[in-house]
């Protein structure tokens, strides 16, 4: 009878262990934090219409078709309205999100994690929350900023998004600033591989400054790769002030040459394409 009653002790111990064990071997999907879309997602490397990007190109603001880099400085004027919306008046909010990528975050609850960190590079002190929440099919993002300070502010919600739980697509909604808590520009993205393939800036801000119906809303640049010498392009639709409409532009370069072509029949007056080679003088197009 003893020896029974030790083997029922032994035999219950084993059940609990084993019990235990399967209970803590069982995958748990929310046991790490979701992963962060990539910084691309959000600016792409617009270097190759830079002043004094990877490119290496100089050239005037002033467009001029007979210049000698006219056709990649007009291309340079269509992509920097976008440049210069993220990185002057977005500069915060975007600089924030690139800082979260080398930040560790922590759980708040059962299915939401939490970044907080100082953002450098102001001369102002910015203080960033990033929340990235788990549900069933998507990670919704949302980035807070504090400023400290001269004109400093409280939390803000200056940017909300979603990705995919795969991590491959998503969409970002971008404020304009916490004087004016307008939805300013909002950015679609799609990976491929190891890097963005697509993505879409959409200008949806319905009033101005001025508070008037602000005329470029609507307005579109979509960056993408595809085959061949020139693997990348822009396809814009954009609002000119001068022209009072909306013009199409499309633009092919190659990442590697920085050569490339532009085609814009309201400012070309024709259908072609008009040509840069690798120093962005203007060529023949073959």
Request: include cysteine; glycine fraction near 6%; charged fraction near 25%.
């Amino acid at each position: 009878m003893k020896n029974w009653k030790i083997s029922g002790v032994i035999l219950t111990l084993i059940m609990i262990f084993a019990s235990s064990c399967e209970k803590s071997g069982e995958p748990n999907e929310q046991a790490t934090s979701p992963e962060l879309p990539p910084f691309e997602s959000m600016a792409i490397d617009f270097g190759a219409f830079d002043e004094n990007g990877t490119s290496g190109k100089a050239a005037t603001l002033v467009y001029d078709n007979k210049a000698p880099n006219g056709n990649w400085v007009f291309s340079r004027i269509v992509v920097g309205v976008w440049s210069s919306a993220l990185y002057t008046t977005l500069a915060v909010p975007v600089a924030s999100f690139q800082a979260a990528i080398t930040q560790t975050p922590e759980k708040i609850s059962d299915d939401t994690w939490q970044w907080t960190y100082s953002v450098d590079g102001f001369t102002s002190e910015y203080t960033a929350r990033l929340t990235g929440q788990l549900t069933a099919n998507k990670v919704v993002w949302n980035m807070y900023i504090t400023k400290m300070g001269i004109e400093g502010f409280d939390e803000f919600l200056w940017f909300s998004g979603e990705s995919a739980l795969d991590g491959n697509s998503g969409e970002w909604t971008l404020k304009q600033s916490p004087e004016r808590p307008d939805a300013m520009l909002r950015i679609d993205w799609e990976r491929s591989g190891d890097e963005i393939g697509s993505i879409r800036y959409t200008w949806i801000r319905v009033l101005d400054d001025q508070e008037n119906a602000d005329p470029f809303r609507n307005s579109y640049l979509e960056y993408g790769l595809q085959e061949g010498n020139l693997d990348a392009y822009f396809s814009a639709n954009v609002y000119d002030t001068n022209l009072q409409e909306f013009t199409e532009v499309d633009i092919e370069w190659s990442r590697d040459t920085y050569e490339g072509r532009v085609r814009a029949v309201a400012y070309f007056e024709d259908l072609l394409w008009h040509c840069w080679d690798s120093n962005g003088d203007d060529i023949a197009c073959e």
